[in-house]
Nanobody, 126 residues
Framework: QVQLVESGGGLVQAGGSLRLSCSAS????????MGWFRQAPGKEREFVAG????????NYADSVKGRFTISRDNAKNTLLLQMNSLKPEDTAVYYCAANSRYTVAVTTTLRGYEYWGQGTQVTVSS
């Protein structure tokens, strides 16, 4: 089974930055669309950002647009999420997800991804 491992979470003050990383064990990483989701206490898991197989197409939730940047390095089987200008409402567990099914547009739904990491905690203090 595909294994995804997130890292880079932590505690940061409002306005600060963090970079999340997702390491994938699968050899065919380049054939997976990838995404980041997050889940805050008492809330449903929500889409944050997604990126296509080649990295030529991305999509962002309105709440993070302009602040977060998703990228990938297929040679290193790595997915990244650069988070700037963090806000307290960004506090959540962030999950890396993978989708092997080809789609023209980046999938933004929870059910559109097959594999999930264990998550990494991001806490933004006010």
């Amino acid at each position: 089974q595909v294994q995804l491992v997130e890292s880079g979470g932590g505690l940061v003050q409002a306005g600060g930055s963090l970079r999340l990383s997702c390491s994938a064990s699968v050899r065919t990483f380049r054939n997976y669309a990838m995404g980041w989701f997050r889940q805050a206490p008492g809330k449903e898991r929500e889409f944050v950002a997604g990126i296509s197989w080649r990295g030529d197409n991305t999509n962002y939730a309105d709440s993070v647009k302009g602040r977060f940047t998703i990228s990938r390095d297929n040679a290193k089987n790595t997915l990244l999420l650069q988070m700037n200008s963090l806000k307290p409402e960004d506090t959540a567990v962030y999950y890396c997800a993978a989708n092997s099914r080809y789609t023209v547009a980046v999938t933004t739904t929870l059910r559109g991804y097959e594999y999930w990491g264990q998550g990494t905690q991001v806490t933004v203090s006010s």
